[in-house]
């Protein structure tokens, strides 16, 4: 099982626990606010695992819901965890904002079905491909910001060759992936082949939906990946599934049952409908040598 103490996972535990809590006890996320002296946007904060939290304020917050004694002390200790940093935090204010909960999902992550139809996917890109998408982003960024975004993504493809339990990757992308260009030919042709070295992991499946398939469900849901987490030896599941989809202005995060089910089906469909993997590699090595030409 991957280590998750330096995640995002203890905080999201310890929110889930923590709303099931209020939940139980009849209160509002605004009554709750005002008994604990808090605001709205802390309560909100802390149940979507998007802060951490003293083992106090946790012990107030049990006493004021009426948890009992074994369960607010389990609760105190998953408290400390949250205070855990992952690596990434060294990389400070250049993580986006919202992005370092991904990082930290990403990380503990034991398979992720993710769908791209634009970009290449960031666990794929070379630094040259990862640095024209940054300076496309951050126009007015200096150049210090930029390589230090370009060294985190860099940074977060170890998870794939890591020694202990790294995660299955199934990726879809669409071809205009590979036919738009970023940057020079040359850059291209390099990413691509790239794509094709990492895809010949055991861990990594990579497959494309080309433009003779037609219509297919991507064109409606846009990017988004899929996050499952390790499970216990009895089968149960240490996180519920998560997806992500990444905007322009911000993080979608869904956890739903019937959310996670739709987009379950969604990327079912695209695998099916997408080339199968040594049909993909052909066609992304078809595009390699038109770029070369």
Request: hydrophobic share 40%; proline share 5%.
């Amino acid at each position: 099982m991957t280590d998750t103490t330096n995640s995002t996972v203890p905080r999201r535990q310890l929110g889930r626990h923590l709303r099931e809590l209020r939940n139980q006890a009849g209160y509002t996320i605004k009554g709750a606010a005002k008994a604990l002296e808090m605001s709205d946007t802390k309560i909100w904060r802390v149940e979507t695992g998007q802060t951490s939290l003293r083992s106090f304020d946790v012990e107030v917050m049990c006493r004021i819901y009426g948890a009992p004694p074994d369960l607010t002390e389990a609760l105190m200790g998953l408290a400390k965890e949250t205070k855990a940093r992952g690596w990434w935090h060294s990389f400070g204010e250049v993580i986006p904002e919202g992005f370092n909960i991904y990082i930290g999902l990403e990380e503990a992550a034991a398979r992720l079905d993710w769908y791209e139809p634009i970009l290449v996917p960031g666990l794929l890109q070379t630094e040259d491909y990862a640095r024209a998408i940054m300076r496309a982003n951050r126009p007015d960024g200096t150049e210090e910001e930029i390589e230090s975004r370009v060294d985190l993504r860099m940074r977060r493809q170890r998870l794939l060759t890591r020694v202990v339990s790294p995660p299955e990757l199934r990726i879809v992308v669409d071809e205009s992936v590979l036919r738009r260009p970023v940057g020079s030919p040359t850059l291209m042709a390099v990413q691509l082949r790239r794509m094709v070295e990492l895809a010949e992991l055991p861990t990594v499946a990579l497959r494309v939906t080309h433009f003779g398939g037609g219509l297919h469900i991507g064109m409606l849901t846009g990017q988004f990946t899929i996050l499952r987490f390790p499970v216990t030896e009895g089968g149960r599941e240490t996180e519920p599934p998560t997806v992500y989809a990444d905007g322009f202005t911000g993080s979608l995060y869904l956890d739903k049952p019937g959310e996670i089910a739709r987009y379950d089906a969604a990327f079912g469909d695209l695998w099916r409908a997408a080339l199968d993997e040594a049909a993909s590699d052909r066609l992304i090595l078809e595009v390699v040598g038109e770029y070369e030409r």
